[in-house]
């Protein structure tokens, strides 16, 4: 299968087709998923505009803060990526990535 590329405006290879997280990490329209092991479309690409189906997906979680879909934290396995979502932190004794006080805090 394809996905649209909003950025180029032309379609490309299904994430799914990675197989490994370094494959999946190469394609900037991709994520990779710790939990399920597998590749998919990031969050922002899959729902653009909707913040119900955003946070309906369990892999994806709803910035009100930015706007957009993003990943949920624990699907990130990188310090780094995790430090640099607004909703994540890097808890370095576990090595895992959680929501930050601020993301669980938010009031709607």
Do not use: F
Not at 45 to 50: G, M, V
């Amino acid at each position: 299968g394809c996905n649209w590329n909003p950025a180029t405006e032309k379609c490309k290879t299904d994430c799914a087709v990675n197989t490994n997280q370094a494959t999946c990490s190469q394609d900037d329209t991709c994520q990779w998923n710790a939990n399920a092991n597998s590749c998919t479309l990031k969050c922002g690409l899959k729902y653009p505009t909707s913040q119900d189906s955003c946070n309906a997906d369990a892999y994806c979680q709803y910035d009100s803060r930015g706007g957009s879909c993003t990943h949920m934290c624990i699907q990130v396995i990188d310090a780094t990526i995790c430090e640099e979502t607004i909703l994540c932190a890097w808890k370095a004794g576990a090595s895992t990535c959680q929501p930050s006080c601020t993301a669980q805090y938010v009031s709607s």
